[in-house]
């Protein structure tokens, strides 16, 4: 298969799965144990906190990878021009919109739960006189915009043959050293949640590895042109994702990304950062394998799911907060609320897209669609 030429569906099946994901991810996390988030339960279930480790193992950097792949073959198909046209019209138009509708109603529903009075239009006001408090969930924008940024400046980065003529395992192998040796020196200097400009520089450059590696992967023409794993290789694929996981989830419990790696922690650090590389590329390699069997196709579905993607991940984290705010007080199960959760996010998000953003061309534009 020829990458420049040929798009593979698979991966944009994948990406549209990851976006789901992301709406169970976000239900879920309210019912965690040790997991911070904006808004929690005073009930909660271990279980909810294996599945939240998980799905942070992986989501985030495969979204990442996918990011840098296609950001590359649109610069390779339509130059640098066309480029940048999309990405400020497709990223930075939503992402300030986003700024200023969708954004503000994570912090007023924190305040509301802290059992705040003021009305959403008086926090608002309030919120930008003080300067506002954060960027929600579209911090992923952000980083998105700033890596495109990147791709420009250091245009010559994606000349970068390095990985060519090496078996599929093994250029994995090498992309979870990238990710690992960058992160290992960013975290020598900042520490998880230590933000400049809203900007975590920690998470930012353990996240640029994946982009970048997602640029190599596309102008090199590797990865998704050789041959798929056999099913042994496979399953020893998905039995050492596994067992990486186990070793992920605990090391993350016991040593918080927020404290320094120094004083006796260099070595647990550098094994921490090491296995979350390792975690993470991984599961990816498992989810590409396991697409690339089942999900090679595309169909009015699909196309659907693609095109709605960055409008639902809008819209569906303001819908979660409100949700979990409206159902926290209510006395049953946490699992009979993570349900009526997940549910009720899937439905009115994408209710709301299909009667209100789909059929407007303004609102089309202004979520990022074509």
């Known amino acids: 298969m020829t990458l420049a030429t040929n798009r593979l569906l698979y991966l944009d099946n994948l990406r549209s799965f990851a976006l789901l994901l992301g709406l169970v991810f976000h239900s879920a996390i309210v019912y965690t144990e040790s997991v911070g988030y904006a808004i929690k339960s005073v009930e909660t279930s271990i ?93 992923f924008l952000q980083y998105l915009i700033l890596y495109c940024i990147i791709l420009v400046l250091f245009s010559n980065l994606r000349e970068n043959s390095f990985f060519q003529k090496l078996p599929n395992w093994l250029i994995f192998f090498k992309y979870a050293c990238i990710s690992f040796f960058i992160t290992l020196l960013t975290n020598l200097f900042f520490l998880k949640g230590t933000k400049f400009l809203h900007i975590d520089p920690y998470l930012f450059f353990f996240y640029l590895s994946f982009f970048l590696v997602g640029i190599f992967s596309y102008k090199n023409q590797i990865v998704f042109s050789g041959k798929s794993l056999t099913k042994f290789q496979l399953l020893v694929l998905f039995i050492v994702s596994f067992v990486l996981f186990i070793v992920f989830e605990s090391i993350e419990k016991s040593d918080p990304l927020w404290m320094s790696p120094f004083w006796g922690r260099e070595l647990k650090r550098s094994m921490h950062i090491a296995i979350a590389s390792l975690v993470a590329w991984s599961l990816i390699y498992l989810f590409i394998e396991i697409f690339r069997r089942i999900s090679n196709w595309e169909n009015k579905f699909s196309i659907y799911l693609r095109e709605s993607s960055l409008p639902i991940y809008l819209i569906h984290h303001p819908i979660s907060l409100a949700l979990a705010f409206l159902l926290l007080p209510i006395e049953i199960s946490v699992f009979y609320k993570f349900f009526i959760q997940t549910s009720l996010v899937f439905l009115l998000s994408f209710w709301i897209y299909d009667v209100f953003i789909l059929p407007s061309t303004l609102m089309r534009k202004l979520m990022g669609m074509k």
């Open 47 to 139: 279980w909810f906190d294996h599945f939240c480790y998980f799905i942070h193992a992986f989501r985030m950097p495969l979204f990442f990878f996918l990011s840098g792949y296609f950001s590359e073959m649109v610069w390779s198909r339509k130059g640098w021009k066309i480029y940048l046209n999309t990405r400020s019209t497709r990223l930075l138009l939503p992402f300030l919109i986003g700024v200023l509708f969708l954004a503000p109603i994570q912090y007023y529903i924190m305040h509301r739960n802290k059992a705040g009075q003021d009305s959403y239009l008086e926090f608002y006001i309030q919120n930008w006189i003080r300067g506002f408090d954060g960027l929600s969930h579209l911090w």
